[in-house]
């Protein structure tokens, strides 16, 4: 994430994205550029990426996963550090469609703009 495009925004919990009627944090936002004043976004971010926990496995698989679809956030990652996998999904006719899901190698994101992960350097 460190090799964004230039006025792009990585932003780290916590922070409110707004999913209905329901303010959730993820852990990372990515957004485009034109982040006004005091991070408040106007639409939804690129892509959140949630890292989960023993106690946080469930909601961030089941719940956060739908209320982010519903919400239409383009691209929704979960980092996996117990098993050091990524799972990546993608927003397509309205429904998150999986494109990555990696314990080993690299992956390159098309979205939100070209990106490479290996999930075993994720933690380093």
Request: proline share 10%.
């Amino acid at each position: 994430m460190l090799n964004r495009p230039a006025g792009w925004w990585v932003l780290t919990a916590p922070l409110d994205v707004l999913a209905e009627d329901t303010a959730v944090q993820p852990d990372i936002i990515v957004c485009g550029p034109g982040l006004p004043a005091g991070r408040h976004l106007e639409g939804p971010p690129l892509l959140v990426v949630e890292v989960v926990s023993p106690s946080t496995r469930l909601h961030d698989y089941n719940v956060k996963f739908a209320r982010y679809e519903r919400a239409c956030i383009p691209s929704y990652w979960v980092v996996d550090p117990d098993e050091l996998r990524l799972t990546a999904w993608e927003l397509r006719d309205g429904r998150y469609v999986e494109v990555a899901d990696l314990t080993d190698g690299d992956w390159t994101a098309a979205q939100p703009y070209p990106v490479t992960v290996r999930p075993s350097a994720l933690l380093g």
